[in-house]
């Protein structure tokens, strides 16, 4: 069965450095989703990508981030410069067309000390 | 703002008996509900889902029920298994494809044998 996949599984980095977040979605899925979920709390929709471009965006996505396809099976996420506040686990999901079931990968826990 | 909660954070259940979760949504807009079950160190896997214009969708030992007039639904699951000890995560959603998934808090379900 086909899955979303993430890499790293675990990132460590220190405050003020970029990190890059690596998500191959489903092959034939045409959106993709960042959502991250900081220890203890909900699972919050960061970004939605579709056609090369930014669709939506929540308020958590601010400038220090940003989200790239650089080619036909990666979607990345970029933090600029992380803060402390952005040690959480990032996850990336994928739908088809016109259908509402998202489908997400594994997660990347992202702790930045 | 909690768009949709969860109330109870933990549930524990015998194995062979019934186990209710229940999530609240305030937006009207919602028109899509979905339930994602979690393993630790794993994303949210896709459980089940129902539309607004439906009251209940069954898919094996899962049953979701939905009460528009009382922006509430319900996941049922019947019999309990071991297995099933996750956490479960109601999530709604304004459209398809590509909008946001907006979760609950999540409910730890223990099915104890």
């Known amino acids: 069965e086909p899955e979303v996949t993430q890499t790293p599984s675990h990132q460590v980095t220190q405050m003020g450095q970029e990190v890059i977040l690596r998500c191959v979605p489903i092959?034939?899925?045409?959106?993709f989703y960042w959502y991250r979920q900081i220890l203890g709390q909900k699972v919050e929709f960061l970004v939605s990508f579709y056609n090369n471009e930014i669709s939506e965006k929540s308020e958590i996505f601010d400038d220090q981030f940003s989200v790239e396809r650089p080619d036909g099976s990666n979607f990345t996420l970029k933090i600029r410069s992380t803060k402390l506040e952005d040690s959480a686990m990032y996850f990336c999901?994928?739908?088809?067309?016109?259908?509402?079931?998202?489908?997400f990968g594994p997660g990347t826990r992202l702790t930045v000390t | 703002d909690q768009q949709v909660k969860q109330n109870s954070p933990s549930l524990s259940v015998q194995e062979g008996r019934i186990s209710i979760l229940n999530c609240d949504y305030t937006?009207?807009?919602?028109?899509?509900f979905l339930w994602y079950k979690k393993y630790p160190a794993e994303g949210p896997t896709f459980l089940i889902s129902?539309?607004?214009?439906?009251d209940k969708n069954e898919d094996g030992r899962f049953t979701v029920f939905l009460n528009k007039s009382a922006k509430h639904l319900s996941l049922h699951i019947v019999p309990s298994q071991p297995g099933d000890s996750a956490v479960y995560f109601c999530?709604?959603?304004?459209?398809?494809?590509?909008?946001?998934?907006?979760f609950g808090k999540g409910t730890r379900l223990s099915v104890i044998a």
């Open positions: 999530a709604a959603s304004e459209g398809p494809g590509n909008t946001p998934l907006v």
């Open positions: 092959s034939n899925h045409l959106y």
């Open positions: 999901a994928s739908s088809e067309m016109d259908t509402y079931e998202q489908y």
């Open positions: 937006n009207s807009m919602f028109d899509y």
């Open positions: 129902i539309s607004s214009i439906k």
